[in-house]
């Protein structure tokens, strides 16, 4: 659990470095962390990889992982769930397009808010649907959905699904009880499906803050599909596995026959990776909390003090969503990667002006990005 240890990931063709090979911009964009996986996850995978046999594995009738999901949704998550609700993918990405043909007919509106990462905000038009853009506002120092436009929006005939990403990325914020009722009575009120997209789900950092999955929500139960993974808060994303939560069982079946001959079983060792991390990882995950949260307080405090900048800390997630209105520049994704850091470029989530940092890493390499950062005001 040394998360202060570098790992050199330069030769190893990760996603994140090799956009910046040969140049001296230090990535900090795609959404995975810099940290070793916890050890209980690498021996699983070795003694699969040592039995050394991979052919074909049904997820449904791996129930080792089946019943790590039910244990790490009681225990973390309050949420009890069947097994027979669990359906298995290749990652939530799939999981909300595959929500989208499984919803709604060519023509169909789709709500998302905005900004949102870009294969969200990217479903509606490739799935052949009208998305339409639900504004993320600021209200009481944090951002939240603005409830009025998506009321507003719901009520439209056409409108049948609602992709909601909480926590929220990349703003950070975690929807509260009362804001998860309001998306509940609207959806109800207007016979919209939702889909949650829940991947940071078990990244809370904010300690006031409580996660409500939205299946979980009585009134949902029949009308939602909730994505989770182990991939974001136990850093195996390149093993492709996620699974939708779906206790409605005509949705559920409607979900995986949209899904039949489009979407590959996931792994075994994905299976195996995660039935480990749901299990036997509490310690790393609740110290990874600890550090992120360190880090998230240091990056903010750093880049508040550097002028044109300002952040807002982020309630969940290990992402900044950060300001860059303020340096009077065209495009801030540029001046960042002329001062040697590599963030995602803002434009891509529906606003230019800002950038979003991934701070899952060592100290000593925000530390480094700040350092870079700092010298654009000198």
């Known amino acids: 659990m040394n998360f202060a240890k570098p790992v050199d990931r330069k030769e190893t063709y990760s996603y994140k470095w090799e956009k910046y090979r040969g140049k001296d911009i230090l990535p900090m964009w795609v959404a995975d962390s810099e940290f070793e996986c916890a050890e209980p996850i690498k021996h699983a995978v070795h003694q699969r990889v040592e039995h ?21 949704l009681a225990d973390k998550h309050d949420w009890h769930i069947e097994s027979d609700w669990i359906v ?7 999981g909300f397009n595959v929500a989208s043909k499984a919803v ?20 509606p038009r490739i799935n052949g649907l009208e998305g339409i853009n639900i504004p993320t506002v600021m ?21 049948k699904l609602m992709i909601l990403c909480n926590p929220m990325n990349p703003v950070g914020s975690v929807l509260t009880e009362s804001e998860i009722e309001r998306v509940r009575d609207i959806c109800v009120t207007h016979n919209v499906v939702l889909c949650s997209d829940e991947i940071h789900c ?7 803050a409580k996660h409500i999955p939205a299946g979980r929500v009585p009134e949902l139960s029949n009308r939602s599909v909730t994505l989770m993974a182990a991939s974001k808060t136990f850093n195996i994303a390149g093993l492709g596995t996620a699974f939708a939560i779906i206790p409605d069982k005509t949705l559920r079946r409607r979900f995986s026959q949209a899904a039949l001959g489009h979407l590959p079983w996931v792994t075994i060792l994905g299976l195996v990776a995660t039935e480990a991390a749901l299990t036997e990882c509490d310690d790393w995950h609740a110290a990874q909390i600890d550090y992120l949260r360190a880090n998230r307080d240091y990056l903010c405090e750093q880049i508040n003090q550097l002028p ?8 969940a997630t290990f992402l900044a969503w950060v300001d860059a209105s303020g340096l009077g520049v065209d495009n801030p994704m540029q001046y960042f990667e002329e001062l040697g850091v590599g963030p995602s470029p803002g434009a891509d989530f529906g606003d230019k002006q800002c950038v979003r940092l991934n701070f899952a890493c060592p100290r000593t390499d925000l530390e480094e990005a700040v350092r870079r950062l700092s010298k654009g005001r000198e």
């Open 139 to 159: 209200q009481d120092g944090r951002y939240t959905l603005d409830f009025d436009r998506l009321e507003e929006e719901a009520k439209h005939p056409n409108t």
């Open 104 to 123: 709604c007919e060519a023509g169909d509106r789709v709500l998302v808010q905005t900004p949102n990462y870009p294969p969200l905000l990217a479903s």
């Open 202 to 208: 078990d990244l809370i950092l904010d300690e006031n």
């Open 52 to 72: 050394g046999v991979f052919g074909y594995h049904l997820p449904t009738q791996y129930e080792p992982a089946n019943r790590a999901v039910q244990r790490w």
């Open 88 to 94: 298995w993918i290749p990652g939530v990405v799939p």
């Open 308 to 315: 044109g900048l300002s952040v807002i800390p982020s309630e």
